[in-house]
């Protein structure tokens, strides 16, 4: 009988809850389903990314929606698809990151495992990141282990990139399991999608459009780029906490007072630009320093439907010749990635096994990740 494992993934982008179930060797998904955030919870976690009042009671009213949600997601899910309950080992749920503080070996992640097992009847494996961290590392970027395991290839260079809120990438040199590493590059989405909500009332950028009306705006460019994430060597891992909305409003105030910056006039769109250009450059700049020649670059998450962001990538990397496609070429739709990393890692803790490199995260070594809430 297959074994089948149920991963749940909600991102930085808070876009929406993503849940796959899948079987491993071979990979193969069975089920696939996407819930769309009550807006008022929505922007309950949102706020909770960021120090507040009442925090503690807030945070406790968010954990326990989430977990209804979800759990009621998944019941949907194997419902629809009817799928064999018996034939499910296990529900891998990362929950949301409402704050990340690798600098004080902290992380949290809320969306009641307790509640997801009552509700579905199945055992939970959540909590993946703070083993890690316990171990000394940043307990991010998590997915690059599954991502050599399904994509790495033994003659030709492969980059994934996954572009969620954050932008993140697992560097899989050919043939060579050994040297894989990972990182957070910067921001991807949650500055862009942030942006083009206030100004558009759109909450992301179809396609890249709005951006390229705009024209990147250099001094703004240089400013943002000028914040201490960009300049800091892997391991590495950021998160809303470092990027967000008000951080830009700063960083455009202080622009604005600066005389140097009428080079170009301070259009919506052109900020727009400038967001996508400090994707694509913290990007090229990672693949770069890589050591790797050339290759292929695979790309995943809601910004692998961003084309223009895809072009301007394709366009700064084709010095060396690097192809950029999405995961879709590999078998997987961008969409669902994530989410089968974390069934992957389920997986992989009830058979316990490692779940984290230690070369991307900066654990002192590889640690069976997860904490098990049984039925």
Not at 207 to 214: F, K, M, S, T, V
Not at 265 to 284: C, F, G, Y
Request: hydrophobic share 40%; glycine share 8%.
């Amino acid at each position: 009988m297959t074994a089948i494992y149920i991963g749940v993934m909600t991102g930085t982008s808070m876009d929406g809850v993503d849940i796959v179930a899948a079987s491993f060797d071979p990979l193969q998904l069975h089920a696939t389903l996407t819930l769309s955030f009550d807006p008022d919870l929505r922007d309950e976690l949102m706020a909770l990314t960021l120090p507040d009042d009442n925090e503690i009671d807030r945070m406790g009213k968010a954990d326990v929606a989430l977990a209804q949600m979800i759990g009621h997601g998944i019941n949907r899910l194997i419902e629809e698809h009817q799928l064999d309950h018996s034939q499910i080992r296990a529900i891998g749920s990362h929950g949301q990151t409402i704050r990340h503080r690798p600098e004080h070996g902290f992380t949290l992640q809320i969306g009641d495992p307790n509640i997801i097992t009552e509700i579905t009847q199945l055992p939970v494996v959540s909590d993946f990141r703070r083993r890690d961290m316990a171990a000394g590392g940043q307990g991010a970027p998590l997915v690059p282990a599954f991502h050599q395991d399904v994509f790495q290839h033994n003659s030709i260079h492969r980059v994934i990139l996954n572009l969620g809120g954050i932008a993140n990438v697992s560097m899989l040199p050919a043939g060579q399991p050994e040297k894989v590493y990972g990182f957070d590059t910067g921001p991807a989405n949650i500055l862009m999608d942030a942006w083009c909500e206030r100004y558009t009332g759109q909450p992301y950028d179809e396609n890249g459009n709005w951006a390229a009306y705009g024209q990147p705006i250099r001094s703004l460019l240089d400013r943002l780029q000028a914040h201490e994430y960009f300049s800091k060597e892997p391991p590495k891992s950021t998160g809303r906490e470092d990027f967000n909305l008000e951080w830009l409003d700063e960083q455009i105030a202080d622009w604005r007072n600066d005389l140097a910056y009428q080079e170009l006039e301070d259009t919506p769109e052109n900020v727009q630009a400038t967001l996508l250009k400090l994707t694509t450059r913290a990007i090229k700049k990672a693949i770069y320093r890589s050591g790797m020649d050339t290759g292929e670059v695979y790309v995943c998450g809601g910004g692998a439907y961003n084309s223009y962001l895809l072009e301007q990538l394709r366009w700064r990397l084709r010095k060396h010749e690097w192809s950029v496609q999405t995961t879709a070429d590999l078998g997987i739709n961008p969409t669902w990635v994530e989410a089968t990393a974390f069934a992957w890692l389920a997986m992989r803790f009830l058979n316990q096994q490692s779940g984290n490199f230690p070369a991307v995260t900066g654990a002192k070594g590889y640690r069976i990740l997860g904490t098990l809430t049984a039925v």
